[in-house]
């Protein structure tokens, strides 16, 4: 069985950092595309980044510069580093993997997802 178990998240004030992270277990990922989604109340979810099998990342505009998002293949684990973070950063943050080795930022594209993290942005 394949799960996706994310931790990491909390409440922190704005222009602070976080460090979420995503681990997987029931196969590996190493060749897949991984991603970081999130979703505000009463927003849809919205596509943070993705990155593929070498570590080669993509990111949404309303992130860049700010998340970096890091993988770790040996322990089929994915790391988000969210730094100068904004109270409209705050969401639930979803981890999820495609069977593919391309990049999407489509929730669609996606086949396995975690249960969420929250995260929460004071002012």
């Known amino acids: 069985q394949v799960q996706l178990v994310e931790s990491g998240g909390g409440l922190v004030q704005a222009g602070g950092s976080l460090t979420l992270s995503c681990a997987a277990s029931?196969?590996?990922?190493?060749?897949?595309?991984m991603g970081w989604f999130r979703q505000a109340p009463g927003k849809e979810r919205e596509f943070i980044v993705a990155?593929?099998?070498?570590?080669?990342?993509k990111y949404a505009d309303s992130v860049k510069g700010r998340f970096t998002i890091s993988r770790d293949n040996v322990k089929n684990t994915v790391h988000l580093q969210m730094n100068s973070l904004k109270p409209e950063d705050t969401a639930v943050y979803y981890c999820?993997?495609?069977?593919?080795?391309?990049?999407?930022?489509?929730?669609?594209?996606?086949?396995?997802w975690g249960q969420g993290t929250q995260v929460t942005v004071s002012s």
């Open positions: 029931g196969r590996t990922f190493s060749s897949n595309v």
């Open positions: 990155i593929n099998w070498s570590g080669s990342p």
């Open positions: 999820a993997a495609r069977n593919s080795i391309w990049y999407a930022a489509t929730e669609a594209a996606y086949d396995y």
